[in-house]
């Protein structure tokens, strides 16, 4: 995979799952679930895993856990590439993750900024990431833009220009924010060094027009083959195809919302025999009267057939 050479550039588009964290219903790790959750995502023609991220609940895991996770999903696939969320309110604590990631074997380690302490400037956010990617100075490291949740607002055509050259593992930025001037800025002076992966999932086609390398996200676990083929349509010029099946993954997305996105996604996993069980508080719990209700919603709209439907 590219991650592996931070400098080179990424000539094939590549899906990336946020993989779901599985827990049992006492809200403890549910690590022998991972092996399925692999096999699954192996099936779908994804090509790699972020582990322990915002979708991960990462931040709701302890450090211990995190280490746990991270070392069963090596030990469970021998062909994703496995990209480790490291990202901490201490950067000392990310910078420890990322050795960890590094000695296990990792591909890549990815961090969202600390923010109890606001970042205000992208001199400090550069200083922050020099901090945690120095902990694993053989892994590609992946700056995590989330301003709707890490509350941090930095231009990212800023950020790379300060740490081009000087971040010497710095590969690329996981874009989850939708400001399509910077990330072309980003495009035209740094994609040819930096790697740029799309992580709005219900606006794909906007990435794909701008660009991006790839894509990550939370939908690719359940919902990959109707985005294989949104990808193949834009590829071949099917304008009208891609925003239809684009329409498609909006919907779902919309649909999972109402019912609060993160638990109703587990559920979604479920219906498809991987059972990743609930999500953890400060995240609304699923109520499970709702189940059926989602269900429903899904057929309505078709879901379980798109996933059905060839990839080509």
């Avoid at 709701?60 to 995190?66: G, I, Q």
């Avoid at 660009?211 to 990550?216: D, K, L, S």
């Avoid at 071949?236 to 779902?252: I, K």
Wanted: with cysteine.
């Amino acid at each position: 995979m590219t991650l592996e050479a931070p400098r080179e550039r990424i000539e094939v588009f590549e899906l990336i799952a946020a993989t779901y964290t599985p827990l049992h219903e006492n809200g403890d790790l549910n690590l022998d679930l991972v092996a399925r959750q692999a096999a699954h995502l192996e099936g779908t023609g994804v090509q790699g895993v972020l582990v322990a991220g915002s979708t991960g609940e990462g931040q709701s895991l302890t450090s211990v856990e995190r280490r746990q996770l991270a070392e069963r999903w090596m030990q469970a696939t021998k062909t994703l590439r496995v990209i480790v969320h490291v990202g901490h309110q201490s950067p000392r604590e990310a910078r420890e993750l990322a050795r960890h990631a590094s000695e296990i074997g990792a591909h890549a380690i990815c961090a969202a900024p600390p923010n109890w302490f606001p970042i205000h400037s992208a001199e400090e956010l550069a200083a922050t990431c020099a901090t945690i990617a120095g902990g694993a100075p053989d892994l590609p490291f992946l700056y995590y833009h989330i301003p709707a949740l890490s509350g941090v607002h930095v231009p990212m055509a800023r950020l790379l220009e300060l740490v081009s050259g000087r971040i010497e593992n710095f590969a690329g930025v996981k874009f989850t924010h939708l400001d399509p001037l910077d990330f072309q800025t980003c495009m035209r002076e740094h994609g040819k060094e930096m790697q740029l992966l799309w992580g709005c999932d219900e606006m794909l086609v906007a990435g794909l027009d701008l660009g991006a390398h790839g894509a990550v996200g939370s939908t690719y676990n359940f919902a990959a083959p109707l985005y294989h083929r949104l990808i193949r349509a834009h590829a071949s010029g099917d304008v009208e195809g891609a925003r239809e099946l684009q329409s498609r993954a909006a919907l779902l997305v919309e649909t999972l919302d109402r019912r609060g996105y993160m638990g109703a996604a587990k559920k979604v996993l479920k219906f498809l025999g991987i059972d990743c069980g609930p999500v953890r508080l400060p995240i609304r719990p699923f109520r499970n009267g709702d189940e059926s209700a989602l269900r429903a919603d899904l057929e309505r709209i078709g879901f379980f057939d798109w996933i059905q439907e060839p990839a080509t």
